[in-house]
């Protein structure tokens, strides 16, 4: 039998939530190196939404261990945005009496989103109470994460 109760914070979350636990903080928390990079597989949609998400988080705020779970994000908000043009220009929403495959794809890809999202920090319900560096000269973040 698994673990009971909520999943634990990576510590960085923590940090960024202001350790509202109080608990120790884990000193020896594996922690990922590297620099993250879009890979060359994504769609074009993709790419537009990994640019957006990687140019709205503060630095350092992903590690190329997040890659995988970053680009799996973005591939599902490309299927959710081509079923969603489908059915807005006349695509059938139910197909002899059958639930039109692009709902389903559609459906299937928000529920990718919202696990994906959430376990990258995504949703607004993720990000209550992170808190970021205070912007220093010369750009928008400041000098990265605390910690």
């Keep these: ?9 990576p510590t960085s979350l923590r940090l960024l939530d202001g350790n509202p636990s109080k608990r120790p903080i884990q000193p020896d928390e594996p922690k990922p190196s590297g620099g993250i990079s879009m890979p ?10 990994w640019n957006q998400i ?12 997040d890659m995988p779970l970053l680009a799996a994000f973005c591939e599902a908000w490309a299927d959710h945005s081509r079923a969603t043009e489908a059915l807005a220009h006349g695509a059938d929403m139910a197909n002899g009496g059958r639930v039109s495959p692009l709902i389903t794809i559609r459906n299937q890809a928000a529920r990718t989103m ?21 912007p220093q000269e010369g750009g928008k973040w400041g000098g990265g994460l605390i910690g």
Excluded at 40 to 49: D, G, I, M, T, W
Excluded at 54 to 65: C, G, K, L, Q, T
Aim: proline content about 12%; cysteine-free.
């Design 54 to 65: 990687i140019e709205s988080m503060p630095p350092s705020f992903f590690s190329v261990a």
């Design 114 to 134: 919202a696990t994906l999202g959430s376990r990258l920090g995504l949703s607004p319900a993720d990000r209550v109470g992170l808190k970021t560096p205070a």
């Design 1 to 9: 039998m698994g673990k009971r109760g909520p999943k634990p914070k």
């Design 40 to 49: 060359e597989h994504l769609q074009e949609a993709s790419k537009k939404v």
